[in-house]
C-alpha cells in the first residue's frame, strides 16, 4: 500500500476552553507527534468549523487513516458527513476513535448501539490500562500495562457490541472497569477505539499512548479498497464453471 | 417474563403482486402458524401502511419480539420509526430479520454496515440449510439440515459484522454459499437474521422453517429490560462502598 | 430436558487446612445452597480420593451439569479421567470451573491454552465484580456489580482464548483488573468460568455469588445431547434428495 | 522481525502411496513454492520418520511459523513432542494447518473439541472456496472465490470452536459446506486452518492456494515472544506505583 494517509479531525480549533491542556488544539498535538513517522505519509488536519467539516471527498479519498476527537459537539456534526465518512470506513478506510469520540455520530452509526451510554467521572484518578492481548500490532512494544496519574474515569457498562479483540481494560482507583481498547471490522473497515486521552490532562504527550496511537494507524490501514461486485447474479458459478471449462 | 408478546411486521398488505405466494400476506402466514404456541402470548401484525407503520410506542412497549420482512420499499420506512424501533431494541426487545428484511433500514441501522449487499438471483435453485452449531435452541430439533426444493439465491460476501454465533451455513445448487443464520446481540436486544422466506416460494409452510422461527423467538425474547444507569457518577464506588461499610 | 443433573467436584474432602473457611467442603457448601432449587434434579458431590475421582462412567452419563473445585492436587487428577470428562463435554455436558479450577487439567485441555497462568495474591483486597453483559441469563438478577469485601486477587494477563462471551470483569483494590466470568462452547457443551469463591473466605455464602453459579447451571444445561453422525458419507446429500425425490 | 523461518512438516516422508500425487512429498512440495519469497528466512522440511519427528527443541526455537500436514500416522506422533510443539505456539510460534492435519494430535490439543469430527467423501468434486472477509491478509490478492475442479469433499458439523475470524467457506458439488479457512489465537499463537490440499490432486500447485498459504505464513508470524511475568504478585501494582511516585 506504500505510505499511510492520515487525517486527524477534532471538533472545533477555535475555543481553548474546550480542550484547556491543548492550547493548540488536540488535533495539532496528535499530528504533531505523528511527524516523521517513515510509515506514515500526508498528514492532515481537519476540524468541524471547516466547510463540510474538513471531511470532503477529496480530502477522504485520500485517508487511509482517519482520527476521531470530539467531546461537546457531536451533535453538530451534519449527517450527510458522517455518512460520507462511514461508506469510506466501509469500502475500506480505518477509524480510530478517540476518548469521547465514544459519543460521535460516526461510533454509533457504525456500532449501531448508544456508544454514548457509559459511567463517567472527572477526579484525576489513577487509570491503569491492562493489555489483555500480547503479540498483537496494537500493544506491541507496550509491556503489561500504561499508568496514568491524573485520567478522566470512565465505567462499565459501555454500550458497545462485543469487540471483535479486546485489547485494553482500564482499572480506575475509584473503583471502576472499563474496555478502553477495542477493535471492531465493519464492512470492508478497521475501526480501534482507544479511550485514553482526556482534554484536561495531557495524556497524548505519553510516550507509550503515542506508540499506541501509531500502532492502531498501523493496523486500522487498508491492504486494499476491495471493489464492489455485482448484487444481481443472472448466471450461476456452476455455469461460469462449465463454460469457462468447455 | 412470562408469554413472549410478538408483533410481526411487514411491508406492505395491499399489492398482493409482490407477495404472490402469499396472498394473505406474509405477516398472516407468519402470525398464523405462531398461532396456539404456548409460549407465546399477544400475537399483534402491523403494515407499513398504517398509521406509524403499525409501530406506536404503545404497540412496541408491548412487544418482546418484533418480526421484520420487507423487500420492495425499506426507504420508504420512515427514519423516525426506525430509530423507535432500534432503541426498544436496544433497550431489550427481541428482533428477527427475515429473508430480504437483510436490506432494511432497521438491520443496516442497527448493525451499522450496508447489509443490503449480498449475491442474489432468482432461479428456483436447491437450498440447503446446514447446521453449523447443535445444542443451541435456535437449531434445536432440526436434524443435520434443512432442504427447500426451491429458493431465492443468497451468496457470499455478505456484508454484515462477523455475527456473535453463526448458526446456520446455506448451499445453493448454482454455487453460492451464504450464512443463512447468524444471531447479534446489540445493547441489551438480541437480534437473529433468518434468509429463508422467498416471496414466491411459501417456505413459511415448511414445519421445519417454522421450527426455526419460534425458535428464534423464544431465544430473542428479553430475560429483563435493565434500567438505565446515571451516565455522570460524582461519587465512586469507593467512597459509596466506605460509606456502606462505616 | 426436565430437571438438572448436577455433581460438584471437589479435589480433596479430607485435609481441612486446604479449605480452612469450609469445615465441611466446598463440594459440601456449594451442593448446600442448591438444594430446593426448582430446577435442579439430582445433585451429587464427589471427590478426588473416591474411586475413578468420584466420576464413573456412570455417575458423569446421570451429570448434565458438573461443577470443578480444585487448588492444589491439580496435577494428580488421573489423565483418563479428564479425558472422560471432556469427551462428556463435548457431547453436551455443561461445566462450571470454579475459581482455582482455572488451572485444572480439564480446564487447560478443553481450552487448549495454559490457562494456569495469570496474576494472583492473597492480601485481603477489595473485589469489585463488574457485569459487562446484561440481559443474559447467567447475570440475572445481579446488579450492576457483586462486591466481596476480602478476595484473592487475580490479574490479566490471563492465558485463555478470547471467550464467546465476556459477562464479568473483576476489580481489585491492589491495582489489577481480571476476566471473572466467561463463557466457551466447546463441541456441543458450554463451558462458564467465574472465579470468585476462595478457599479462605465464605465467599460461596454470599447470595449473589449464588445466584451466579444457579444462573450458571441452568445456561451450562444441554437442550440435548446431539448424535454423532457419520464421519464418511460415501452418497452425497445430492445424490439422496434426488432419491427422496424421485 | 526481519525475516520469517519456516518449518514445513510432514507426516512420512517413505511410502509414496499415501500421498499419490506428490512423489517428492507433499512437505517438498510446499517447500519448494516458499522459496525465494522475499519474507521467508531459513525454510526447512522435517517428516514423522526422523528422530523427535524432525521437531527437535533446536528446530522449533529457530521456527516462527510451523505448517502441518498430516493424514494416516496422527496417533503415531508421540505426546510428547505434542506438547513441545504447543508449549511453542503458545509462546508465539505461528501454526498452519493444513487439509487433513484438521485431525492431528496438535490441532485437537490445542482447540480442545475433536477437530477430526467432520464429514467427507473422495468423489472428485468441484470445490469452490468462496472469501467471506475481504481485505484481511490472508485473502489478499484472491478474489471472490477460489475453484478446484476435484477435490475431497469435506463437511460441516466440524467440530471446532467458533474460529476467531471466518475467512474462507467452501461449497461442494454434492451439497456440503465447510469452514474452509479459519484463524484462532491461543496463547501468544496464532493458528490458520486451511482445508484445500488432498494427497491425490496437486492442488498445492495452484497459485491462489500458494498465495493463502505464503499469506497464512506471513499473517501467523510472531510480532514479539513475549516473556513470562511472575505468577506470584506479593506487591500490588498501587504500592510499587506509590513507590515509584514518591
Known sequence: MGKINVTVWNEEAAPPQY????????HAAIAGFLEGDSKIGTIRTATQ??????????????????????HCF???????????????????????VLHSGHASKIFRRLLGSNTNLLRWREA?????????????????????????PES???????????????????????????????????GHGRI???????????????????QVIKNGIYWAAPLSYPQQFELHQPKSPNEIFKENNA
Open 192 to 210: 480501534f477505539f482507544f479511550s485514553p486521552g482526556h482534554e484536561s490532562f495531557r495524556i497524548y504527550d505519553m510516550p507509550q499512548i503515542q
Open 74 to 96: 457531536h451533535e453538530m456534526v451534519e449527517d450527510e458527513i458522517v455518512e460520507r465518512v462511514r461508506q469510506r470506513v466501509l469500502s475500506g478506510m480505518g477509524l480510530l
Open 49 to 70: 468549523n471547516m466547510p463540510e467539516h474538513g471531511l470532503t471527498e477529496e480530502v477522504l479519498n485520500d485517508t487511509d487513516v482517519l482520527l476521531w476527537w470530539g
Open 19 to 26: 480542550q484547556p491542556a491543548y492550547p493548540e488544539g488536540i
Open 124 to 148: 484525576k484518578e489513577l487509570e491503569r490500562v491492562w493489555v489483555i492481548e500480547k503479540n498483537h500490532p496494537i500493544t506491541a512494544g507496550i509491556g503489561d500495562y500504561i499508568e496514568i
Open 152 to 186: 478522566e474515569t470512565y465505567g462499565e457498562h459501555f454500550d458497545i457490541p462485543a469487540p471483535d479483540e479486546l485489547l485494553f481494560i482500564s482499572w480506575y482507583s475509584g473503583g471502576e472497569v472499563f474496555r478502553s481498547g477495542c477493535t471492531f471490522k465493519r
